[in-house]
């Protein structure tokens, strides 16, 4: 991934996009759908672009932005990386977790089973 200058996750149906944050953390310029967990991933025009999932024409057009504007691209490359590793590298998601799993053990049974029931 590291010699590709954009990624693109044209996805109609995605959860946490896996590639996409693999992408972002080899340096490319990162598009991706409003679907799913890639709003969350990707600020638009801060680390990446984010089209409308059902519009073929927005992602053109994005794509032509990205393709188009070098000084762009690169903006969106350097800080797409900065954000892979700020936001999502495996020191900070175990941290997330254990923190979640202790905020977890901290309440009551009766509490852990209303959540647990919550989340399904």
């Known amino acids: 991934m590291r010699g590709i200058d954009?990624?693109?996750?044209?996805?109609s149906i995605e959860s946490f996009p896996n590639a996409a944050l693999e992408a972002m953390a080899c340096g490319?310029?990162?598009?991706?759908s409003s679907v799913g967990g890639i709003p969350e991933l990707i600020t638009?025009?801060?680390d990446g672009l984010?089209?409308?999932s059902a519009s073929r024409?927005?992602?053109a057009a994005t794509i032509h932005l990205a393709a188009e504007d070098a000084e762009l691209r690169q903006r969106l490359r350097s800080q797409a990386?900065?954000?892979?590793h700020q936001r999502f590298s495996m020191k900070i998601t175990l941290e997330r977790t254990e923190a979640l799993y202790?905020?977890?053990?901290?309440?009551?049974?009766a509490a852990r089973l209303e959540q647990?029931?919550?989340l399904r």
């Open 6 to 11: 954009i990624f693109v996750n044209a996805s």
């Open 28 to 32: 490319c310029c990162v598009i991706g």
């Open 44 to 46: 638009h025009g801060e």
């Open 50 to 52: 984010v089209f409308e």
């Open 57 to 59: 024409a927005d992602l």
């Open 81 to 84: 990386v900065l954000t892979a």
């Open 102 to 109: 202790e905020s977890l053990l901290d309440q009551p049974a």
């Open 116 to 118: 647990s029931a919550a």
